[in-house]
Structure formats: C-alpha cells, structure tokens
C-alpha cells in the first residue's frame, strides 16, 4: 500500500509561481511513476505531468510544458511540481497520484494509476 499526502497549493496572483509536493510513503514509493491531475471547475480531471521512477523521464500537457516543471527526490520520497507563469485557468484541485512501473509506462492517463492523494487546492486570480 501506498500513502500519498500534497501540500504547497496557495491563492496567488497570475504570473505568480508555486510549488506542490507530493510526499509518499508505504510499500516501496521510490519504485513508482508519479503522475500530477488536476481537475478545474466545471472540468474533468486531466493529467499535468508524470515523472518516472528517475528523472530522466517526464512528460507534460500541451497547457502547462514550459511552465511547469515535475522533479523527485527520491531520498526523501517526494515529487514536486513546480508552477510558474500561473494563469487563472490553472485554477483547480491539484492530485498526486502514482502507480507501478507497468507495461504502459507513465503515460497521463488518470485510469492507469492507482495511488491517489486527497489534493491541495490551487487558485490564480487575475
């Protein structure tokens, strides 16, 4: 089993920066894809940004690649994402969620993974 708890989500200002991280523990977190969703109001939750067991894979939605940046410590079991450039409509419920190393590989598909956080909320005002 697999704990994943977020912190970081704040009120700030468009243009304005913010880092979330994603503490895990339990069985085994360091061996685990980690995947960033976040669902805005009146939307479906969407995948931000996924992370591999290293660093040396990530990929991210189309709405925030050059914005924000996903990176782990392993060493202390945490992911963090880091948002800069915030736009009001990156306001939402932000959700860290992780599964194990699969056939699919950490691709930003809510249904593929299986641990979830509870969510840090996140709010841009214009």
């Known amino acids: 089993q697999v704990r994943l708890v977020e912190s970081g989500g704040d009120s700030v200002q468009a243009g304005g920066s913010l880092r979330l991280s994603c503490a895990a523990s339990?069985?085994?977190?360091?061996?685990?894809?980690v995947g960033w969703f976040r669902q805005r109001p009146g939307k479906q939750r969407e995948g931000v940004a996924v992370?591999?067991?290293?660093?040396?894979?990530?990929t991210y939605a189309d709405s925030v690649r050059g914005r924000f940046t996903v990176s782990r410590d392993n060493a202390k079991n945490t992911v963090h994402l880091q948002m800069t450039g915030l736009k009001p409509e990156d306001t939402g419920m932000y959700y860290c969620?992780?599964?194990?190393?699969?056939?699919?590989?950490?691709?930003?598909?809510?249904?593929?993974?299986?641990?979830w956080g509870q969510g840090t909320q996140v709010t841009v005002s214009s």
């Open positions: 969620a992780a599964k194990r190393p699969d056939a699919a590989g950490p691709i930003l598909m809510a249904v593929r993974f299986t641990y």
């Open positions: 339990g069985d085994n977190p360091r061996h685990l894809y």
């Open positions: 992370i591999g067991t290293g660093d040396t894979y990530t």
